[in-house]
T-cell receptor
Framework: SQQGEEDPQALSIQEGENATMNCSYK?????LQWYRQNSGRGLVHLIL?????REKHSGRLRVTLDTSKKSSSLLITASRAADTASYFC???????????FGGGTRLMVKP | NAGVTQTPKFQVLKTGQSMTLQCAQD?????MSWYRQDPGMGLRLIHY???????DQGEVPNGYNVSRSTTEDFPLRLLSAAPSQTSVYFC???????????????FGSGTQLSVL
Protein backbone atom coordinates (compact mmCIF):
# COMPACT_ATOMS: atom_id res chain seq x y z
CA SER A 1 0.00 0.00 0.00
CA GLN A 2 1.13 3.54 -0.68
CA GLN A 3 2.44 5.68 2.15
CA GLY A 4 1.22 8.97 0.71
CA GLU A 5 -2.19 9.80 -0.64
CA GLU A 6 -2.85 12.96 -2.57
CA ASP A 7 -5.96 15.05 -2.74
CA PRO A 8 -7.44 15.99 -5.10
CA GLN A 9 -6.64 13.39 -7.75
CA ALA A 10 -7.23 15.99 -10.46
CA LEU A 11 -7.37 19.77 -10.45
CA SER A 12 -8.24 22.18 -13.26
CA ILE A 13 -7.66 25.92 -12.86
CA GLN A 14 -7.18 29.06 -14.94
CA GLU A 15 -3.78 30.61 -15.53
CA GLY A 16 -2.96 33.06 -12.75
CA GLU A 17 -4.91 31.20 -10.09
CA ASN A 18 -3.29 29.35 -7.18
CA ALA A 19 -3.20 25.57 -7.02
CA THR A 20 -3.21 23.65 -3.74
CA MET A 21 -2.51 19.95 -3.43
CA ASN A 22 -2.62 17.94 -0.24
CA CYS A 23 -0.80 14.82 0.86
CA SER A 24 -1.40 12.52 3.80
CA TYR A 25 0.89 9.77 5.03
CA LYS A 26 0.82 7.00 7.63
CA UNK A 27 4.15 6.43 9.36
CA UNK A 28 6.96 8.55 10.80
CA UNK A 29 9.21 10.17 8.22
CA UNK A 30 12.65 11.73 7.81
CA UNK A 31 11.43 14.18 5.19
CA LEU A 32 8.67 14.76 2.66
CA GLN A 33 9.36 15.67 -0.94
CA TRP A 34 7.32 16.88 -3.90
CA TYR A 35 8.05 15.85 -7.47
CA ARG A 36 6.62 16.88 -10.81
CA GLN A 37 6.08 14.62 -13.82
CA ASN A 38 5.30 15.87 -17.29
CA SER A 39 3.44 13.42 -19.48
CA GLY A 40 5.63 10.51 -20.50
CA ARG A 41 8.70 11.83 -18.73
CA GLY A 42 10.69 11.07 -15.59
CA LEU A 43 10.03 12.79 -12.29
CA VAL A 44 11.76 16.02 -11.35
CA HIS A 45 12.37 17.04 -7.75
CA LEU A 46 10.67 20.28 -6.69
CA ILE A 47 11.13 20.78 -2.97
CA LEU A 48 12.01 18.91 0.22
CA UNK A 49 10.83 19.64 3.75
CA UNK A 50 12.39 17.93 6.73
CA UNK A 51 10.35 16.47 9.57
CA UNK A 52 11.44 19.27 11.95
CA UNK A 53 10.37 22.03 9.52
CA ARG A 54 6.86 23.45 9.20
CA GLU A 55 7.03 25.56 6.04
CA LYS A 56 9.35 26.05 3.10
CA HIS A 57 9.35 28.27 0.03
CA SER A 58 11.00 27.96 -3.36
CA GLY A 59 10.03 30.51 -6.00
CA ARG A 60 6.29 30.14 -6.60
CA LEU A 61 6.15 27.00 -4.46
CA ARG A 62 5.15 26.87 -0.82
CA VAL A 63 5.06 23.60 1.09
CA THR A 64 3.81 23.02 4.61
CA LEU A 65 4.19 20.00 6.84
CA ASP A 66 2.10 19.07 9.89
CA THR A 67 3.63 15.98 11.46
CA SER A 68 0.92 15.79 14.13
CA LYS A 69 -1.68 15.33 11.38
CA LYS A 70 0.71 13.47 9.08
CA SER A 71 -0.12 15.81 6.24
CA SER A 72 1.50 18.23 3.82
CA SER A 73 0.32 20.72 1.25
CA LEU A 74 1.91 22.16 -1.88
CA LEU A 75 0.80 25.59 -3.05
CA ILE A 76 1.72 26.83 -6.52
CA THR A 77 1.01 30.55 -6.80
CA ALA A 78 0.19 32.47 -9.98
CA SER A 79 -0.01 29.26 -12.02
CA ARG A 80 1.05 29.10 -15.66
CA ALA A 81 0.03 26.78 -18.49
CA ALA A 82 3.52 25.29 -18.26
CA ASP A 83 2.70 24.07 -14.72
CA THR A 84 0.35 21.49 -16.25
CA ALA A 85 1.72 18.15 -15.00
CA SER A 86 1.25 15.47 -12.38
CA TYR A 87 2.54 16.24 -8.89
CA PHE A 88 3.58 13.56 -6.42
CA CYS A 89 4.41 13.69 -2.76
CA UNK A 90 6.96 11.21 -1.44
CA UNK A 91 8.02 10.38 2.08
CA UNK A 92 11.45 9.19 3.09
CA UNK A 93 11.76 6.69 5.92
CA UNK A 94 13.97 7.32 8.92
CA UNK A 95 16.74 5.09 7.56
CA UNK A 96 16.89 7.24 4.43
CA UNK A 97 16.88 4.23 2.13
CA UNK A 98 13.29 4.20 0.89
CA UNK A 99 11.19 6.92 -0.72
CA UNK A 100 7.49 6.07 -0.96
CA PHE A 101 5.27 7.90 -3.42
CA GLY A 102 1.62 8.84 -3.35
CA GLY A 103 -0.79 8.43 -6.24
CA GLY A 104 -0.35 11.98 -7.52
CA THR A 105 -2.47 14.99 -8.43
CA ARG A 106 -3.02 15.77 -12.11
CA LEU A 107 -2.98 19.54 -12.53
CA MET A 108 -4.27 21.25 -15.63
CA VAL A 109 -3.74 24.98 -16.00
CA LYS A 110 -5.85 26.51 -18.76
CA PRO A 111 -4.46 29.52 -20.62
CA ASN B 1 26.85 14.96 -17.09
CA ALA B 2 24.22 12.79 -18.73
CA GLY B 3 22.58 12.10 -15.35
CA VAL B 4 20.60 8.85 -15.17
CA THR B 5 20.40 6.94 -18.45
CA GLN B 6 17.94 4.12 -19.05
CA THR B 7 17.84 1.73 -21.99
CA PRO B 8 15.81 0.67 -23.84
CA LYS B 9 13.04 3.31 -23.94
CA PHE B 10 10.46 0.81 -25.21
CA GLN B 11 10.30 -2.98 -25.09
CA VAL B 12 7.71 -5.60 -25.98
CA LEU B 13 8.09 -9.10 -24.54
CA LYS B 14 6.16 -12.31 -24.74
CA THR B 15 5.07 -14.04 -21.55
CA GLY B 16 7.92 -16.12 -20.17
CA GLN B 17 10.73 -14.21 -21.85
CA SER B 18 13.52 -12.70 -19.80
CA MET B 19 15.25 -9.39 -20.27
CA THR B 20 17.42 -6.81 -18.55
CA LEU B 21 16.61 -3.12 -18.20
CA GLN B 22 19.76 -1.07 -18.05
CA CYS B 23 20.41 1.92 -15.81
CA ALA B 24 23.60 3.95 -15.56
CA GLN B 25 24.44 7.16 -13.75
CA ASP B 26 27.52 9.35 -14.08
CA UNK B 27 27.12 11.42 -10.91
CA UNK B 28 29.00 9.01 -8.61
CA UNK B 29 25.83 8.46 -6.61
CA UNK B 30 25.97 5.76 -3.98
CA UNK B 31 22.22 5.10 -3.91
CA MET B 32 20.27 3.70 -6.85
CA SER B 33 16.74 2.37 -7.11
CA TRP B 34 14.11 0.96 -9.45
CA TYR B 35 10.44 1.94 -9.46
CA ARG B 36 7.48 0.88 -11.53
CA GLN B 37 4.58 3.16 -12.42
CA ASP B 38 1.23 1.77 -13.47
CA PRO B 39 -1.41 3.90 -15.23
CA GLY B 40 -2.89 6.59 -13.00
CA MET B 41 -0.79 5.52 -10.04
CA GLY B 42 2.24 6.63 -8.18
CA LEU B 43 5.58 4.88 -8.19
CA ARG B 44 6.26 1.67 -6.30
CA LEU B 45 9.76 0.72 -5.21
CA ILE B 46 11.06 -2.59 -6.60
CA HIS B 47 14.67 -2.81 -5.41
CA TYR B 48 17.32 -0.43 -4.22
CA UNK B 49 21.06 -0.33 -3.56
CA UNK B 50 23.02 1.81 -1.11
CA UNK B 51 26.37 1.01 -2.71
CA UNK B 52 28.30 -1.41 -4.90
CA UNK B 53 27.71 -4.99 -3.81
CA UNK B 54 24.68 -4.09 -1.66
CA UNK B 55 21.06 -4.53 -2.77
CA ASP B 56 17.77 -4.81 -0.94
CA GLN B 57 14.08 -5.33 -1.66
CA GLY B 58 11.50 -2.62 -1.92
CA GLU B 59 7.72 -2.82 -1.88
CA VAL B 60 7.19 -5.04 -4.97
CA PRO B 61 10.33 -7.18 -5.57
CA ASN B 62 8.76 -10.44 -6.76
CA GLY B 63 9.71 -11.39 -10.32
CA TYR B 64 12.69 -9.03 -10.44
CA ASN B 65 16.40 -9.38 -9.71
CA VAL B 66 19.07 -6.74 -9.37
CA SER B 67 22.82 -6.57 -8.91
CA ARG B 68 25.25 -3.72 -8.26
CA SER B 69 28.76 -4.65 -9.35
CA THR B 70 29.82 -1.03 -9.98
CA THR B 71 28.80 2.36 -8.61
CA GLU B 72 27.58 3.45 -12.07
CA ASP B 73 25.31 0.58 -13.12
CA PHE B 74 22.18 -0.96 -11.62
CA PRO B 75 20.46 -3.38 -14.04
CA LEU B 76 16.99 -4.78 -13.42
CA ARG B 77 16.31 -8.32 -14.61
CA LEU B 78 12.92 -9.78 -15.36
CA LEU B 79 13.33 -13.52 -14.95
CA SER B 80 10.13 -14.73 -16.65
CA ALA B 81 7.98 -11.85 -17.86
CA ALA B 82 4.27 -11.83 -17.01
CA PRO B 83 1.48 -9.51 -18.27
CA SER B 84 1.26 -8.07 -14.73
CA GLN B 85 4.75 -6.63 -15.27
CA THR B 86 3.50 -4.37 -18.05
CA SER B 87 4.42 -0.95 -16.71
CA VAL B 88 6.75 2.01 -17.01
CA TYR B 89 9.99 1.46 -15.16
CA PHE B 90 12.06 4.27 -13.70
CA CYS B 91 15.58 4.18 -12.37
CA UNK B 92 16.57 6.85 -9.85
CA UNK B 93 19.69 7.72 -7.89
CA UNK B 94 20.82 10.04 -5.12
CA UNK B 95 24.18 10.96 -3.71
CA UNK B 96 24.01 9.17 -0.37
CA UNK B 97 21.62 8.02 2.28
CA UNK B 98 21.34 9.66 5.69
CA UNK B 99 22.68 11.68 7.35
CA UNK B 100 23.68 13.63 4.26
CA UNK B 101 21.60 16.73 3.49
CA UNK B 102 21.10 16.26 -0.24
CA UNK B 103 18.40 13.64 -0.30
CA UNK B 104 16.55 14.26 -3.57
CA UNK B 105 16.26 11.60 -6.25
CA UNK B 106 17.37 12.06 -9.85
CA PHE B 107 15.24 10.08 -12.29
CA GLY B 108 15.88 8.54 -15.68
CA SER B 109 13.38 9.03 -18.50
CA GLY B 110 11.84 5.60 -18.11
CA THR B 111 11.40 2.30 -19.98
CA GLN B 112 7.91 1.46 -21.22
CA LEU B 113 7.51 -2.33 -21.08
CA SER B 114 4.64 -4.34 -22.53
CA VAL B 115 4.31 -8.06 -21.84
CA LEU B 116 1.94 -9.87 -24.16
Amino acid sequence: SQQGEEDPQALSIQEGENATMNCSYKTSINNLQWYRQNSGRGLVHLILIRSNEREKHSGRLRVTLDTSKKSSSLLITASRAADTASYFCATENNAGNMLTFGGGTRLMVKP
Amino acid sequence: NAGVTQTPKFQVLKTGQSMTLQCAQDMNHEYMSWYRQDPGMGLRLIHYSVGAGITDQGEVPNGYNVSRSTTEDFPLRLLSAAPSQTSVYFCASKEKTRPWPDEKLFFGSGTQLSVL
